[in-house]
């Protein structure tokens, strides 16, 4: 069993091949292909570590769609001065299928 620990936007996920991410939005893609950054890799009884080791790793990955995530509310309020502020948000989003790990 090959997975691996990567960086998605501001999250490590676990993946292996076929899993589908949700990820902050990648602007960089080329040709639909997406590079991740490995942080860890276990290759059945092998877990690699090593930060030179991890530079050769590939983890590459399909761009699938862009999206945007569910709307956040954020409501602030003081008592007695009149003061109340309501703003919101939706986080700008990139589905991606994993293809390989190498």
């Known amino acids: 069993m090959v997975y691996a ?21 990648v602007k960089n893609i080329k ?3 997406v590079e991740l950054a490995a942080v860890l ?7 690699t570590t090593d930060a030179e080791k991890l530079a050769k790793v590939k983890v590459t990955a399909e761009f699938l769609e862009n999206l945007r995530g569910p709307k956040i509310h954020i409501q602030k ?7 109340k ?13 994993i293809t390989g790990i190498k």
């Open 5 to 25: 620990v990567v960086r998605a936007g501001g999250r490590q996920e676990k993946v292996e091949v076929g899993t589908i991410v949700t990820m902050d939005r």
């Open 31 to 33: 040709d639909g292909k």
């Open 41 to 47: 890799l276990v290759d059945g009884e092998n877990i």
């Open 77 to 83: 309020f003081k008592n007695k001065t009149g003061y």
């Open 85 to 97: 502020k309501r703003q919101g948000h939706r986080q700008e989003l990139t589905r991606v299928k």
